[in-house]
């Protein structure tokens, strides 16, 4: 059964620190992994999604990474910003039919 | 391309009642998959369907919980005789195809139940 992990659970940081979530995920048999950013009340909107047969990709501040093997993955986000106060969520599909396994999540604050 | 989109945005029911949510999917999309998120969890899938067949139900509670996703029109997840336990947010959402590797999950804004 695949299990999803994000550490830490929480982080609060000054604007314009670099940063970096972490996402660890037990079966490496993945297709992909997207990462999400969700807003208190809010839906998900997808940030980042990585194919297995790739490492990593990039949007603006954003840069995630994905080592299967090992199963973990990384979100980086460079020069943080207030506006990136918000949950972030990483899901891995495992299999066909697109089904989601999802972390509990990183509570993101940043501070100005 | 408007989005996946739910409706209502709010549910708010008393205990015994139904809840019925709706889904549409993106256009052109047909195949839709339901998640929960109870408080303080993470999401957990629900259930996946194409039009009209139910793909993969192992996620759903064995008893009140149904869904559907008719030719057309969109697709309903419904709770009868809802209990507090049953306040979550519910998201839906859609992809293109089933089984390509490249496939990307569109979320909706989702549906917060609230069973008082």
């Known amino acids: 059964k695949q299990e999803v992990t994000q550490i830490p659970a929480a982080l609060s940081v000054p604007e314009g620190e670099n940063l970096v979530l972490n996402c660890s995920f037990t079966?490496?048999?993945?297709?992909?992994l997207q990462w999400f950013r969700q807003d208190p009340g809010k839906g998900l909107t997808s940030l980042l999604l990585?194919?297995?047969?790739?490492r990593e990709q990039t949007s603006g501040r954003l840069n995630a990474s994905l080592d299967k093997s090992s199963g973990r993955s990384t979100l980086y986000i460079a020069a943080s910003q207030p506006g990136d106060s918000a949950t972030y969520l990483c899901?891995?599909?495992?299999?066909?039919?697109?089904?989601?396994?999802f972390g509990t999540g990183t509570q993101l604050k940043v501070e100005l | 391309n408007a989005g996946v989109m739910q409706n209502p945005r709010h549910l708010v029911r008393r205990r015994g009642q139904e809840a019925r949510l709706r889904c549409s999917p993106m256009?052109?999309?047909?195949?839709v998959y339901w998640y929960r998120q109870l408080p303080e969890e993470g999401l957990k899938f629900m259930v996946y369907?194409?039009?009209?067949?139910?793909?993969?139900e192992s996620g759903m509670p064995k008893e009140r919980f149904s869904a559907e996703f008719p030719k057309e029109g969109p697709s309903i997840l419904r709770i009868q005789q809802v209990v507090r336990g049953d306040s979550a947010a519910y998201f839906c959402?859609?992809?293109?195809?089933?089984?390509?590797?490249?496939?990307?999950?569109?979320f909706g804004q989702g549906t917060r139940l609230t069973v008082v």
């Open positions: 959402a859609s992809s293109s195809q089933m089984g390509q590797r490249d496939t990307e999950a569109f």
């Open positions: 079966d490496s048999a993945i297709y992909n």
């Open positions: 990585i194919q297995s047969s790739q």
């Open positions: 899901a891995v599909r495992t299999g066909g039919g697109n089904k989601l396994t």
């Open positions: 256009k052109g999309h047909s195949h």
């Open positions: 369907l194409q039009k009209e067949n139910i793909i993969d």
